[in-house]
């Protein structure tokens, strides 16, 4: 006689073999998901912060259109670098500024254990606009270093730069974790810059 039905126990294996089924591609949809979420992060991380030094080149740029000066000062909170870059306007003999003049700069942000990169305009007579507007977070350094043509880095303040070296490094998510960083760097040239003695 022919069987015509399943017994429970084939049922059961069946069941078990669609659930094992259906949890592998599940797993691999849901490893797929967590991948390019992870590449679109970084990819936004990356055009975040090239946006900043798109500015920070169009800063230099009017800056060095109108002869001021730049100056670089580079910091450390523990183990993280950040350094202040001011892209001055010249002064009068009174001390006032001839036009307006940017600072960048990136602190630190202790609950996060991060950098924040700020950035501010100073105009003569509007200093109620003298603002930091955040531009760029979860930043693990950002550091500055003046070259001369050869880009060798210069240690003697009597020798004119002509480079300045920008590098940025982010976290690739939002937890601190220092072996996950993404690093940019810029060269901007300085050559139209007045030096301290030509001011």
Same mark, same amino acid.
């Given at each position: #006689?022919?069987?015509? *039905?399943?017994?429970?126990?084939?049922?059961? *294996?069946?069941?078990?073999?669609?659930?094992?089924i &259906?949890?592998?591609?599940?797993?691999?949809?849901?490893?797929?998901?967590?991948?390019?979420? *992870?590449?679109?992060?970084? #990819?936004?991380? #990356? *055009?975040?912060?090239? $946006? &900043?030094?798109?500015?920070?080149?169009?800063?230099?740029?009017?800056?060095?259109?109108?002869?001021?000066?730049?100056?670089?000062?580079?910091?450390? $909170?523990g183990?993280?670098?950040?350094?202040?870059?001011?892209?001055?306007?010249?002064?009068?003999?009174?001390?006032?500024?001839?036009? #307006?003049?940017?600072?960048?700069?990136?602190?630190?942000?202790?609950?996060?254990?991060?950098?924040?990169?700020?950035?501010?305009?100073?105009?003569?007579?509007?200093?109620?606009?003298?603002? $930091?507007?955040?531009? &760029?977070e979860?930043?693990?350094?950002?550091?500055?270093?003046?070259?001369?043509?050869?880009?060798?880095?210069?240690?003697?303040?009597?020798?004119?730069?002509?480079?300045?070296?920008v590098?940025?490094?982010?976290?690739?998510?939002? +937890?601190?974790?220092?072996? +996950?960083?993404?690093?940019?760097?810029?060269?901007?040239?300085?050559?139209?810059?007045?030096q301290?003695?030509?001011?």
């Amino acid at each position: #006689m022919n069987r015509k *039905a399943f017994s429970i126990l084939e049922l059961l *294996a069946t069941l078990i073999l669609v659930a094992m089924i &259906c949890a592998a591609v599940f797993g691999v949809l849901q490893h797929t998901t967590e991948q390019s979420q *992870a590449i679109e992060r970084r #990819m936004s991380r #990356m *055009a975040e912060i090239q $946006y &900043c030094l798109d500015q920070l080149m169009s800063d230099i740029i009017v800056g060095s259109q109108n002869g001021g000066k730049i100056t670089v000062r580079n910091h450390s $909170y523990g183990w993280q670098n950040t350094c202040r870059i001011t892209i001055g306007a010249t002064k009068t003999k009174t001390g006032t500024p001839k036009g #307006m003049s940017v600072d960048w700069v990136a602190v630190l942000r202790q609950e996060k254990e991060d950098l924040i990169l700020y950035r501010r305009e100073t105009r003569p007579g509007q200093t109620e606009n003298d603002l $930091y507007v955040p531009l &760029c977070e979860h930043l693990y350094s950002f550091h500055a270093e003046t070259l001369n043509q050869d880009n060798a880095l210069i240690e003697d303040p009597n020798i004119t730069p002509t480079l300045i070296n920008v590098e940025v490094e982010m976290y690739r998510t939002n +937890q601190p974790d220092p072996r +996950q960083l993404l690093k940019v760097n810029r060269t901007f040239c300085l050559k139209r810059f007045r030096q301290p003695d030509e001011l």
